[in-house]
């Protein structure tokens, strides 16, 4: 049953309120005496609807509105106001107040307006739920200037129907990049498949990607489309390509070359108009010279690449990234946002990510939301294996030890250079400073190096 929270500094008023709905709506109701004791309750109290009173003494309904916004409280909330004030009423909707009420409206209409309310506090949780479960309702963000390029490049290819490889370490969000070259371009409204190549058994590659007819294999009992079929005139995401087996590969080839494609178990070849979009964390080119991949469908698969940077080289992306990825876990497990303490994001800045990335990250979020009822998350709920990595050089190596110690020292200083700009968004001087160096035009002789530019 729905609990509705009425607030109201005068008892006889939030009372009768509170025993009407009961009683004409069949809801469970709780009562607070003024702003600062509503905030309280929504706080402690599972609150699904809010009756809230614009004109109180001390912490007031404008307050009150403006304190829920400021934490992503999504509770619907209905004002009312005895002064007939239009204008009140439109900036309390402003604010994010679903409805207005007049003090002096029949109950019956009061109850309709909280079964609305309620309705509509549903459906925006359905659709967030179903955003996050088909990716839309995690966008790519970041204010980096890394992630900045990425997403201008991304707009570019956009219109254009090439293949793109998408090239990235894992976790690093290359089906986001994928949704929005597709989101973003003329193909938005037909399908986006995504299929993950690591993922099919060899046997059932061909299959999956170019359809089969019946009796094209023991347990082939009806004619069925691939992937390609079905993302025609649309977008077919690979993930993970450099898993195809060779056989796969040669057909993928024939696909990309004249767009004709043919079911297994039928010699008639059907034409598709399909915008193949590429993804791996392998180095393809070694993958070419140990002949695990073919030459000739990396050319046509590379005809433009996007290259994902890891986290840690745009880790002035965190607190971003954070915020949305406590929203996100907020809302799924239906709790009040929280909000990160200074101290906790700057050991989220300090570490590597070398693990998982951004995906890394949503996940360290959701262990932060659950460690507390807090509001605030404090530092020393962030994990023992990030706190300890944060303050470590180790975080600092390269994660992929291969080359000469040269080599291997060259790649640390950048990736150290690299993470101190993003951490002072760039600023030379700063950045010089922070790293112990004479003065900035000593950095910006490092920065020429190794190829970074502001």
Known sequence: ?????????????????????????GFDTITASG??????????????????????????????????????????????????????????????????????????RVVREVENALAWSGLRSEINRLKRKTGEGSPLIG????????????????????????????????????????DAGTRKKRPFVAVNCAALPDAMVESELFGHERGAFTGADQVRKGAFETADKGTL??????????????????????????????????????????ATNRDLDSEVAAGRFRQDLLFRLNTHVVQVPPLRERLSDVP?????????????????????????????????????????????????????????????????????SSSSSEALLPTDPEGTLKQQKTKAERQIILAALERNDWHITNTAQKLGLSDHSSLLKIMKRHGLKK
């Open 143 to 182: 204010e980096s200037r890394s992630a900045l390029a990425m997403m201008e490049l991304i707009d570019r290819l956009a219109p254009i129907p090439s293949a793109v490889l998408i090239m990235g370490e894992s976790g690093t969000g290359k089906e986001l990049v994928a949704r929005r070259l597709h």
């Open 237 to 278: 995401f690979l993930d993970e390509v450099g898993e195809l087996p060779l056989a796969a590969q040669a057909k993928l080839l024939r696909v990309l070359e004249d767009g004709i494609i043919t079911r297994l178990g039928s010699h008639q070849g059907r034409q598709v108009d399909t915008r193949v979009v590429a």
């Open 1 to 25: 049953m729905s609990l509705v929270l009425i607030v109201d500094d005068i008892a006889a008023m939030r009372d009768q309120y509170a025993y009407d709905l009961k009683r004409l709506g």
């Open 320 to 388: 971003l990234l954070a915020d949305h990825f406590l929203t996100m876990t907020c809302e799924k497990f239906g709790c009040k946002k929280r909000i990160l303490a200074p101290e906790t994001l700057d050991r989220l800045k300090s570490y590597h990510w070398s693990r998982n990335n951004i995906r890394e990250l949503r996940n360290v979020m959701e262990r932060l939301v659950i460690a507390t009822s807090e509001e605030l998350i404090t530092a020393d709920l962030v994990p023992a294996e990030i706190s300890a």
């Open 35 to 108: 702003g600062a004791a509503g905030l309280t309750t929504l706080d402690q109290e599972p609150v699904d609807c809010v009756i809230l009173d614009l004109e109180m003494p001390g912490v007031d309904g404008f307050e009150v509105l403006t304190t829920l916004k400021r934490k992503g409280h999504k509770v619907p909330v209905i004002v009312y106001t005895g002064t007939g004030s239009y204008d009140r009423c439109v900036r309390a909707v402003k604010l994010g107040a679903y409805s207005f009420i007049a003090k002096d409206e029949p109950l019956e």
